[in-house]
């Protein structure tokens, strides 16, 4: 049966090993040209903080629903943050059998991109009944967004470039979106056509995700779907769309599902760590552009795409939280 590879990024942080940065680098392109997906080992987060994160997490969605409801997506406004309940995400249309919360990089009211309302940036909203919540999901967003930033070094020698390549052109500001999603026991006799979240890929540069262990996520490789099973302590990294459109599609942005046959409530844990939301999204450097359809999930191509990363997402929550995007455009 195919799975998905397993690579240990800890070379990563350390600029003087250059052979071993080198090693990773070439494990990165093989698995982003053959899947798209990978396991991550060597992070730096420890079995602690994830195990802290996953009981706050459980804690949160155990609350009242008119409890959670008080920081309902609604209250977040432009900044796209707060809580939604089940079926009040869509993918393609459909409503995920999924809830969650929605956080990202925590901005003060006088930071000159809130003060400027550009959308996606602001504030988090927290419980006020749990207040354990914060601490936890703060400290593993700092954990995830430096093993990101490091990944995407072993991305730039991946790709031939200088190391600090995508730091100095896309994300020197990064949008950093964190989700804490709760998808309900369906057990094994669920409909087949009820997904936690039917098939879709990510829109940015990539994901890191944590998730408990009960599974469910799904993987389009090259065979047919598989199944990515959590490994204890592991992340698992997918690209997104503007990675394969940088690439001019050498890096796929691969498709994925979730569907929780576990008969428990699964959690899940992805961070997008991905471009400024005004960077220019255009082929790097010696990368011939792609243009054209493509056999894709959604008939559509990340290569006829011409804009900042900001305005590809925008496009995105019109299909996502439809309710939300005229207050999301401001």
Known sequence: METLPVIEMSALFDRADAAGRARVAGEIAR???????????????????????ETQSRAFFAL??????????????????GFFPVGGELTSGVPDLKEGLYLGTDLPTDHPRVKAHLPMHGANLWPDALPGLKVAAETYMTGATRAA????????????????????????????????????????????????????????LLTLLAQDRFGGLQVKAPG??????PIEGALVCNIGDMLERLTGG???????????????????????????????MA??????????????????????????????LLSKVVRVFPNLVDEARG
Request: proline content about 6%.
């Open 250 to 280: 050498r890096y796929r942005s691969t498709p994925h599902r979730v569907k929780n046959v576990s008969g428990h409530d699964r959690l899940s844990f992805p961070l997008f760590f991905d471009p400024d939301f005004t960077a220019k």
């Open 31 to 53: 698995a982003c040209e053959a899947h798209g997906f990978f396991y991550l080992t060597g992070h730096g987060i420890s079995l602690e903080v994830l195990a802290n994160l």
């Open 224 to 229: 047919g779907w598989i199944e990515a099973p």
């Open 64 to 81: 009242p629903k008119a409890e959670k409801l008080k920081i309902d997506m609604a209250r977040g406004g432009r900044a796209w943050r």
């Open 149 to 204: 930033t490091a990944l995407m070094e072993g991305f730039s020698i991946s790709l031939g470039l200088e190391d600090d390549y995508f730091r100095d052109t896309y994300t020197h500001e990064p949008t950093v979106l964190f989700r804490i999603f709760n998808y309900p026991a369906q057990g094994p006799h669920a409909d087949a056509r009820s997904w936690g979240v039917g098939e879709h890929t990510d829109y940015g």
């Open 283 to 312: 082929p790097l450097p010696g990368v011939a552009a792609t243009t054209g359809a493509e056999d894709r999930w959604d008939g559509a191509s990340v290569h006829d795409f011409d804009g900042t990363y900001g305005e590809y």
